[in-house]
């Protein structure tokens, strides 16, 4: 569940209030400790640990390691934008200024994690008379945003919510954002009980929140691993309280008795001088240290294969590996690219959509611009130099330019060839 869905479509302060409170109640609390993985700070549960013995809690923040992995091999790479008529290059000079002055990579990239870890990211799109292209993206913190649909069999979103908490005169308030077709509603209040408090026209002609998936089911990348997660950080910590119990052994004595002033001359010199048929041995809880080594690389190994992200540690990483081992070894995260650039790629249409109506342009051309996204790979010339060679005269340059991976910009990359051949026979230049 990642939307409310509502009987009544009406925008008041009551539905309001219903649906915040249907929010903190079923998806904020999910999201929060989903959100509490990525930061380390799940809580490692160990049942009746003696007092004052060992009791580790070691979080192995794999939660983290997963979202990074998976979010620097889908946006680490800059997505890059071209088009294919000439008529259109203006449209894409105003698309890619406006992206320059929003800092459009580093949005993407910190979208891509929201997607990865919560399953949901939020984007705003609205018209800036500061700025210079006059339009306006921010990123909306998956905590405090939700969309809200009607119950119809389409479930179709009429409305996103956004609120934040302030302190005014030493109370703690709330103030909502709320997004319809038309309108941008602002709500005061206290707790759960607000009042509007403006009503804005803002002429998007939808709602300006974008709503970015990053699967069908709405599950962040370590989600279907939390367990998991938990057995591998119990299991560290575990092991940890067992061996700091060994070097915390007990010095038992048999046969005799030791007081006080005879066990400070024992630390003291290391020898102890026990009464004929006296003996000493240490007490201390046997460990099975492969079996502990054994059970935490099965976990592990179940880690990497349900959550689909390569264990980078891996010394096949460090070989020469061959271009089909190495398909193979990163076929799972592909699998996530492939999900995430789909669900992305509508979320990048419908900003320039907007962004394209903002500058009172007909947005349906956004349909012209072609957007590409990169796998953020080890760069391997000898590969481009394959690809380039045996798909010259099979398909255009440009595709080809788009599948280079030393190419970050294919229409500036075509224009560059272009000016070459000019420049080495200006009385006959040749189409590239």
Not at 3 to 11: F, Q, S, T, V
Not at 245 to 252: D, E, G, H, K, Q
């Amino acid at each position: 569940m990642y939307r409310i869905i509502a009987d009544n479509k009406e925008i008041n302060s009551i539905n309001l209030s219903d649906w915040i409170i249907e929010y903190k109640n079923l998806i904020m609390p999910k999201r929060r400790v989903l959100g509490d993985y990525y930061d380390g700070k799940n809580e490692i549960i160990k049942q009746n640990a003696v007092q004052g013995r060992p009791n580790y809690s070691i979080n192995v923040n794999m939660a983290k390691y997963i979202t990074d992995v998976a979010t620097g091999y889908t946006f680490g790479k800059p997505i890059t934008y071209s088009v294919s008529k000439e008529e259109n290059k203006k449209i894409l000079d105003k698309i890619i200024c406006t992206n320059n002055e929003n800092y459009v990579e580093e949005l993407d990239y910190h979208i891509g994690g929201d997607m990865s870890a919560y399953g949901i990211g939020y984007q705003l799109v609205y018209p800036d008379k500061n700025s210079k292209t006059g339009v306006k993206y921010k990123r909306l913190d998956p905590i405090r945003t939700f969309m809200v649909a009607d119950n119809s069999i389409e479930e179709n979103v009429f409305c996103a919510v956004y609120f934040h908490d302030y302190i005014e005169n030493k109370q703690c308030k709330t103030r909502v954002y709320l997004w319809d077709d038309e309108n941008i509603y602002v709500f005061d209040g206290f707790g759960n009980s607000f009042s509007l408090s403006s009503t804005t026209k803002h002429l998007m002609g939808q709602i300006p929140v974008i709503e970015s998936l990053n699967n069908d089911d709405a599950f962040g990348d370590y989600q279907m691993v939390l367990d998991l997660l938990d057995s591998l950080n119990l299991m560290i910590s575990n092991n940890t309280d067992d061996l700091q119990s060994v070097s915390n052994a007990i010095l038992a004595v048999s046969g005799g008795k030791l007081g006080e002033e005879e066990i400070k001359q024992i630390n003291k010199y290391k020898v102890a001088n026990l009464p004929v048929g006296a003996t000493m041995q240490w007490v201390i809880k046997n460990t099975n240290t492969e079996g502990v080594l054994g059970q935490i690389k099965h976990l592990l190994d179940f880690i990497f294969q349900i959550s689909m992200v390569p264990d980078l540690s891996d010394d096949a990483f460090a070989g020469n590996l061959s271009g089909v081992a190495m398909q193979f070894k990163m076929w799972g995260i592909d699998q996530l690219w492939t999900s995430k650039i789909r669900k992305y790629k509508t979320s990048i249409i419908k900003r320039i959509k907007m962004t394209l109506r903002i500058l009172g342009i007909n947005e349906n051309l956004a349909e012209e611009i072609q957007i590409n996204f990169y796998k953020n790979l080890p760069e391997n010339m000898a590969q481009d130099y394959e690809i380039a060679k045996n798909l010259k005269g099979v398909i255009s340059l440009k595709t080809i330019l788009n599948n280079l991976s030393i190419v970050q910009d294919a229409e500036e990359e075509y224009k560059l060839i272009q000016e070459e051949q000019e420049e080495i026979n200006p009385n006959n230049p040749q189409t590239p």
